[in-house]
């Protein structure tokens, strides 16, 4: 079965420090890519997604990832880290299940960044 | 944010209890969907709804019962629920399957 693996629970930042969180997918055909964040308090939200071309993505409040094909990853990075990134980060992948597509989540990392 | 609403946002019920779970999307979606969120494990989705037919059933037990009335609302009916259903529901919505999905704030239940 598809899976998708955050290898971070929980991650602990100074500010200004730089981020990168991991996320490797196991299936192997096309698949369109997801970072969502979820605020304390806050509903969840897209930061990011890839569907084809660069596979350098931009997302909002300075967040960028990267997928590289062939290690079936999408890191999410972020140079500079603020208190008001403390959240926690669910990457997603849409992928083929049966007849269907279905998004398939990892089980979140939660970020707390140190003023 | 007020493009997927969900009512109530909070709910506390007993195990005998029915009670209903309300979304609503604004955003012109032809997809639903209905997520458990638990502490420390992925998001686990329960149901998905296309053009209103019901497209994914992840081997929900029968306690849970959705209805998709039309494109824009969705329920989730709650009958003699466990405590270990007690997590945050949440709905969410896309254009199509393949797109990224609009999520509501949750109603977080309680089942005591």
């Known amino acids: 079965a598809q899976s998708v693996s955050q290898h971070n629970h929980h991650v602990i930042l100074s500010e200004a420090a730089s981020l990168e969180l991991g996320c490797n997918y196991s299936y192997g055909g096309t698949v369109n890519l997801f970072w969502y964040v979820q605020y304390p308090g806050q509903h969840l939200q897209l930061l990011l997604k890839?569907?084809?071309?660069d596979p350098l993505v931009k997302g909002i409040k300075g967040f960028e990832a990267e997928f590289i094909k062939s290690k079936f990853s999408f890191n999410l990075r972020k140079p500079s880290v603020q208190w008001s990134d403390t959240a926690e980060y669910f990457c997603?992948?849409?992928?083929?299940?049966?007849?269907?597509?279905?998004?398939?989540w990892g089980a979140g990392t939660k970020l707390i960044i140190k003023p | 944010e007020t493009g997927v609403t969900q009512t109530p946002r909070h709910l506390v019920m007993g195990m005998t209890n029915k009670k209903s779970l309300k979304c609503e999307q604004h955003?012109?979606?032809?997809?639903m969907y209905w997520y458990k969120q638990s502490a420390k494990k992925p998001l686990e989705l329960m149901f998905v709804y296309n053009f209103k037919e019901q497209t994914e059933n992840n081997s929900v037990p029968s306690r849970f019962s959705p209805e998709c009335p039309n494109s824009s609302h969705l329920f989730l009916h709650l009958h003699t629920l466990q405590p270990e259903d007690s997590a945050l529901y949440l709905c969410?919505?896309?254009?199509?399957?393949?797109?990224?999905?609009?999520f509501g704030p949750g109603t977080r239940l309680t089942v005591l």
């Open positions: 890839y569907f084809s071309g």
């Open positions: 997603a992948v849409n992928a083929p299940l049966d007849s269907n597509y279905q998004l398939i």
């Open positions: 969410a919505s896309s254009q199509e399957a393949v797109t990224e999905q609009f």
């Open positions: 955003l012109g979606h032809n997809a």
